[in-house]
Structure formats: structure tokens, C-alpha cells
Antibody, heavy 120, light 106 residues
Framework: ELQLLVSGGTLVQPGGSLRLSCAAS????????MTWVRRAPGKALEWVST????????YYTDSVKGRFTISRDNSKNTLYLQLNSLRAEDAAIYYC?????????????WGQGTLVTVSS | DVQMTQSPSTLSASVGDRVTITCRAS??????LAWYQQKPGKAPNLLIY???NLESGVPSRFSGSGSETEFTLTISSLQPDDFATYYC????????FGQGTKLEIK
């Protein structure tokens, strides 16, 4: 059974850092692009970052460039998102998603999400 | 960014109804559109990709159509399990999502 288990969300102060993890099972992880999407309270889903199956290619939405880093460890079947210099507007539920068949850019399976709260 | 606008924002309907949700793109996205269903506290679930392709395991009462800038998601006969929020997402460029349509029980 395909599973994506997201963890790492917590309360962090503005300017702080956090690392989210997404542990995958049930599919050939290294063959799949993976993505982070977030939903802030009262707002629409927002694409955050995508990484290719090999990890060689990464993509970010403009608002997180230079602050967030996506990575993966294919030996551990785990996706990461390092969040630095956190701002109030980064507070959201963060989901990881698996790229659909032959595509990086739609998501055929999602993890359950983890809540990041940014507040002093 | 490509802006995605869904209508309506809220839809009240009854079991057995046929319902349609519309998604409009601010520029042409060909057929690079997906639809998701999300229930409270759960992750989104892929229903449709490439505008009209039904994801494996999704009931056939769900269908998608459209191209360029106008797309629709249709549920042919609402079931109790279908009351949820629905999102469209374009992937012609970096992904962007619609604001969601909440489907409520009338």
C-alpha cells in the first residue's frame, strides 16, 4: 500500500528554522518526483517546491526561494523540506505529494499534512 | 502566475443530484489540469488529470472536460461520500490551484 507519512511540523518563532520529513513506502521512491504543497488558514493550496526523482533538479515558488530547501534521501525513501528564516505567512499545513504518471506537476498521492505555526 | 478561478465557491446539493464545478484559467493551459477532492482533516485526493482522465480507483460518476481556459468537473449522481471541497490545479506552468468549491448537503 502506498503511504506518505509527514512529520516535523511544530510551533516556531519568526526567523526560526524547521525541517519537515515525508517518509514514503509502497512505490519506487527514486523514480518519482516529489513535491511540497501548503495551505495557509483561509487560503488556497499553494505549490511550494518540487524535486526530481534523482534529486538533481529542484524548483521553488518565488516566496520561498533562498529560505527553503527541498531534498531527498532515496536510500531512506524520505523527502525533506528545510524551512529557514520563517515568516508569519509561512504558517500552514504542509503536504507532500507524489508526482503523477509521467509528470512532475500533478500529484497522484498526498501525505496527510503537518502543521507549521509561526508565532512569537 | 496562472490564476485559477473556481465557481461557485459553495454549492448546496442533494444526494442523487448532478453537479458541475467550473474552473477558469487566466491564460491558456491546454489540457494540463487536475481536479482533487479534499475532506476535513484529510489530504487531497486526485480525481482527474489532464482535464478528463479519470484516476484509477475513482468512481465513474466523476468526469472532467474542457481545454485552454475553461474546465468543468461533473458528478453525475451525488453520493453521500462526495460532500467535500474540490480544487482544480493547472500544471502548464508551475502549479497553481483554484480557491476551492465546498460541496454541501442541501
Amino acid at each position: 500500500e502506498l503511504q506518505l507519512l509527514v512529520s516535523g511540523g511544530t510551533l516556531v518563532q519568526p526567523g526560526g528554522s524547521l525541517r519537515l520529513s515525508c517518509a514514503a513506502s509502497g512505490f519506487p521512491f527514486s523514480n518519482s518526483a516529489m513535491t511540497w504543497v501548503r495551505r495557509a488558514p483561509g487560503k488556497a493550496l499553494e505549490w511550494v517546491s518540487t524535486i526530481s526523482g534523482s534529486g538533481d533538479n529542484t524548483y521553488y515558488t518565488d516566496s520561498v526561494k533562498g529560505r527553503f530547501t527541498i531534498s531527498r534521501d532515496n536510500s531512506k525513501n524520505t523527502l525533506y523540506l528545510q524551512l529557514n528564516s520563517l515568516r508569519a505567512e509561512d504558517a500552514a499545513i504542509y503536504y507532500c505529494g507524489k508526482g503523477g504518471s509521467g509528470s512532475y506537476w500533478y500529484f497522484d498521492y498526498w501525505g496527510q499534512g503537518t502543521l507549521v505555526t509561526v508565532s512569537s | 502566475d496562472v490564476q485559477m478561478t473556481q465557481s461557485p465557491s459553495t454549492l448546496s446539493a442533494s444526494v442523487g443530484d448532478r453537479v458541475t464545478i467550473t474552473c477558469r484559467a487566466s491564460e491558456s493551459i491546454s489540457r494540463w489540469l487536475a481536479w482533487y477532492q479534499q475532506k476535513p482533516g484529510k489530504a487531497p485526493n486526485l480525481l482527474i488529470y489532464k482535464a478528463s482522465n479519470l484516476e484509477s480507483g475513482v468512481p465513474s460518476r466523476f468526469s472532467g472536460s474542457g481545454s485552454e481556459t475553461e474546465f468543468t468537473l461533473t458528478i453525475s449522481s451525488l453520493q453521500p461520500d462526495d460532500f467535500a471541497t474540490y480544487y482544480c490545479q493547472q500544471y502548464n506552468t508551475y502549479p497553481t490551484f483554484g480557491q476551492g468549491t465546498k460541496l454541501e448537503i442541501k
